[in-house]
């Protein structure tokens, strides 16, 4: 659902099976100090295990208590001790013979969720925008442009452009999306540094199509066109990107700043 706006039909079984690991876990290191006469007592193993429990225990707690801190990529952090802590607690309670039937039920979960993300991802298949595969026919193009400054005005297009632009497309990118977002606030080094890219030079502008990124709406694509407005300048639409259904997904804006503005001078530079 974040990455395909599709609900994944299967369910993994890795989370009511770990729940079972975290209650045996606690259950054996409980009986283990106690016939060890304590925690320092017992046997290495034991202790390896109730390791193994707290340091799982402790992350979790740092995440629930971290702001922002939601969602698969950092719920990530915890691996591998989810599974340090279900066989953990399997094996403990239950024996070797348990934890292969486990183990067991795991990959056949493992393969059924595969499975499932593999359907989602098919080449028809919509994507949020920040998620879109669309992005590698944007760079591609923006590779083989012959632009002087190639701006982001959105959220979390510049590190995509970065990571799979060529030298020459890295050297002329920049990200502005935090100047567009807080257009009327700007110091005034940070309204010369806009400007900079713009003066003198022939640049390119990405935005997320007309419906935003879907996540983050920072309204910093509105604020372009404002800025754009303000200054006399007219962007063209050089290209636009859409997904398989025909959602645009990306936009492209051509602006000459060898020219002078077509405005009057008059004209504010940042519209508040």
């Not at 098919?122 to 998620?131: I, K, L, N, S, Y």
């Not at 051509?254 to 530079?269: N, Y």
Request: aromatic content about 12%; some cysteine.
């Amino acid at each position: 659902l974040w990455v395909t706006k599709r609900t994944l039909a299967a369910q993994s079984l890795m989370n009511p099976i770990l729940t079972l690991g975290v209650a045996g876990m606690v259950l054996a290191s409980l009986r283990a100090a106690r016939r060890a006469g304590g925690v320092g007592r017992m046997p290495f193993q034991e202790r390896v295990r109730l390791c193994h429990l707290v340091i799982f225990a402790l992350i979790f707690v740092e995440i629930l208590f971290t702001k922002m801190a939601y969602g698969p990529p950092h719920i990530m952090v915890l691996y591998p001790f989810q599974l340090f802590v279900t066989f953990g607690g399997v094996v403990a309670v239950a024996g070797m013979l348990s934890t292969a039937v486990i183990a067991a039920v795991l990959v056949a979960s493992g393969l059924n969720v595969g499975a499932a993300y593999d359907r989602n991802f098919r080449p028809t298949a919509e994507f949020v925008p920040h998620w879109s595969p669309v992005i590698y026919q944007l760079v591609d193009f923006l590779n083989h442009q012959p632009a002087e400054r190639i701006v982001s005005v959105d959220w979390g297009l510049h590190n995509q452009v970065w990571a799979l632009g060529t030298s020459k497309t890295r050297a002329i990118a920049r990200d502005r999306w935090f100047e567009f977002r807080h257009l009327g606030d700007l110091s005034g080094q940070e309204r010369t540094s806009l400007l900079r890219d713009f003066e003198g030079l022939r640049w390119l502008a990405i935005t997320y199509g007309p419906d935003g990124d879907g996540f983050n709406n920072f309204d910093t694509r509105p604020n372009f066109l404002k800025w754009c407005a303000a200054l006399g300048i007219v962007p063209r639409l050089e290209r636009a990107f859409t997904s398989p259904a025909g959602t645009i997904i990306y936009e492209v804006y051509s602006l000459d700043g060898s020219r002078p503005p077509t405005g009057h001078g008059a004209a504010p530079p940042y519209p508040r």
